[in-house]
């Protein structure tokens, strides 16, 4: 049996790591990883990938700032997130806003201490990362637009993180990272109409509070609409092995995304389309493994 001190150790362990979406953070941990060993470094040998050590720091760099992101993200949003998510909020409220702040400077003094390890210019791409999530939490994200495509941009921001330092330019690169910032484009949009109530509340200039559901609904379909140029070239034009497979499915979901979209009323339906998007984004990062399994198997 735990002692009631720790208990109350485990809740603020699991109040923590509620704040800074531990979860999501190993997601990004396993695509920068997985895209480095089959797409940015595909000529180089599995095992230099793996154990190089920039690449590691890189990440874990991109971790530490990822993670101090959700931190000041849920400082400023502490009033609205009682409004859009009260259950998450009384578990990301068992620990104080002093202690969130105080491991904000950390995770960002750590992250910039290890980038000066890999180069100075790390150290300017991390300083410039983490200040753009600092602007965008802070004043950005009220602003319609504005507020999307930044949070989109620094959604992807760790990708370029590693792409700079193989300094790979294929073009089918460039085409992977626009159809991730349509979807996560559209992920950010969905939230937005997903919080409206906490959003109205606090005074935020959200797409849907000020041009309305009816024109966000019809920005989505837009984005949706766009994905399918990526995805014809990515199934056409280039080779990506067994991942067609995910761009087929992605096409379903998002067909059935549009559906449920236009039939949406309630914050319950634009959780399922929240959740429908999540999950491509999910699938997006293990389908990567079917690229070329072969040619992997020879690089060990």
């Known amino acids: 049996m735990l002692s009631r001190q720790q208990k109350h150790i485990l809740l603020k362990f699991f109040s923590m790591f509620s704040v800074i979406r531990g979860y999501n953070i190993l997601v990004v941990v396993v695509a920068q990883y997985l895209t480095s060993i089959y797409i940015l470094a595909s000529n180089i040998p599995l095992r230099e990938v793996v154990f190089d050590v920039n690449l590691f720091i890189i990440v874990l760099a991109s971790a530490a700032t990822i993670a101090g992101g959700y ?29 969130k702040l ?9 992250a910039v201490i290890m980038a000066s390890y890999v180069s100075f210019r790390a150290v300017v791409f991390f300083s410039f990362y983490i200040f753009g999530i600092w602007f965008y939490s802070h004043k950005l994200k009220r602003l319609p637009f504005i507020g999307n495509l930044t949070s989109a941009t620094l959604t992807i921001t760790p990708f370029f993180a590693i792409f700079m330092y193989y300094k790979n330019y294929e073009t089918v690169i460039f085409v992977h990272a626009t159809y991730l910032f349509l979807i996560v484009s559209m992920r950010e949009l969905t939230k937005d109409l997903e919080n409206i109530k906490g959003d109205l509340a606090q005074d935020y200039h959200t797409i849907p509070i000020t041009y309305g559901e009816k024109a966000s609904k ?8 766009l ?9 056409f ?23 449920i979209l236009w039939r949406s009323k309630t914050k319950i ?7 429908i998007l999540k999950f491509i984004l999910l699938a997006g990062v293990f389908s990567i493994l079917l690229i070329d399994v072969g040619v992997i198997l020879n690089r060990i």
Do not use: C, W
Not at 71 to 97: C, G, M
Not at 102 to 110: H, I, Q
Not at 218 to 225: E, N, Q, R, S
């Open 71 to 99: 931190i000041i993200n849920s400082f400023y949003d502490s009033e609205k997130d009682l409004i859009n998510r009260p259950i998450k909020s009384k578990l990301d409220r068992l620990v104080s806003q002093n202690t």
């Open 102 to 110: 105080s491991f904000y400077f950390v995770l960002n003094f750590l």
């Open 218 to 225: 019809i920005m989505l379909t837009t984005l949706a609409a």
């Open 227 to 235: 994905t399918l140029v990526p995805t014809y070239l990515l199934l």
């Open 237 to 259: 034009r280039f080779q990506i092995g067994y991942m067609y497979i995910f761009f087929y499915l992605g096409i379903v979901l998002l067909f059935l995304f549009l559906i």
């Open 269 to 275: 339906h634009y959780l399922i389309l929240h959740n």
